[in-house]
């Protein structure tokens, strides 16, 4: 088992439309959270980073992370065409190297 | 401007081989990484270094050399390349309790 599981998509949506990613982990060691947004032939860009439990709000984006359910999320609010890309979580133990294991990415589509 | 840079970005070259990519941060971040990014496998981490003269395996070290003399450079090396290698390679970097920030990537395709 990965210690990290991520639905690969595709994911197609409206543009609008409100989007939900999600991140299942089994390392409860785990304590700080991120979101990268990655377009195709470029590099992961950092969108949301979140320690510990609890919501964080950016824009039209929200990062929740539930460590009881070993789950977290990324909401898109009036998603974008623009907003297509490879969505990747990841997630460290500490901040000693910041050694992060990244899921594999969920690709998603905002169509116009 | 400030910031990862990665080189080149794309390489062809046969099995066998010795290839070097490049990576340079801008920012003095103490943290490096290399990753290598596979359909099916997300990103791995080949090595990582946590100063200038330290380095350290990460998850798929082997045929890949690492060096860090300087800071803001930390070339990957594959020594003989093999086509098992054929990846995109992204460097990246942070600095310690903060999250890393990551390049443009090599597409490298070995023949």
């Known amino acids: 088992q990965k210690e990290v599981e991520q639905d690969p998509g595709p994911l197609s949506v409206p543009e609008g439309a409100i989007v939900s990613l999600n991140c299942t982990y089994s390392n409860s060691a785990f304590q700080y959270f991120m979101w990268y947004r990655q377009y195709s032939r470029k590099g992961p860009e950092l969108l949301m980073y979140t320690y510990s439990s609890g919501n964080k709000e950016d824009g039209r984006f929200t990062a929740q992370v539930d460590k009881s359910s070993k789950y977290i999320s990324l909401f898109i609010r009036d998603s974008q065409p623009s907003d297509s890309a490879t969505y990747l979580c990841a997630m460290s133990k500490d901040t000693g190297g910041f050694k992060t294991i990244f899921g594999a990415g969920t690709r998603l589509f905002v169509k116009a | 401007d400030a910031g990862i840079t990665q080189s080149p970005r794309y390489k062809i070259t046969e099995t066998g081989r010795q290839v070097t990519l490049m990576c340079h941060q801008t920012w003095s971040h103490s943290y490096m990484f290399w990753y290598r990014q596979d359909l099916g496998h997300g990103l791995r981490l080949i090595y990582y270094?946590?100063?200038?003269?330290?380095?350290d395996k990460g998850e798929v070290p082997d045929g890949y050399v690492v060096s860090r003399s300087k800071t803001e450079n930390f070339p990957l090396t594959l020594e003989s390349a093999t086509r098992s290698q054929t990846s995109v390679y992204f460097c990246?970097?942070?600095?310690?309790?903060?999250?890393?920030?990551f390049g443009d990537g090599t597409r490298l395709s070995i023949l």
């Open positions: 990246a970097s942070s600095e310690s309790g903060q999250p890393q920030h």
């Open positions: 270094s946590a100063a200038a003269d330290i380095t």
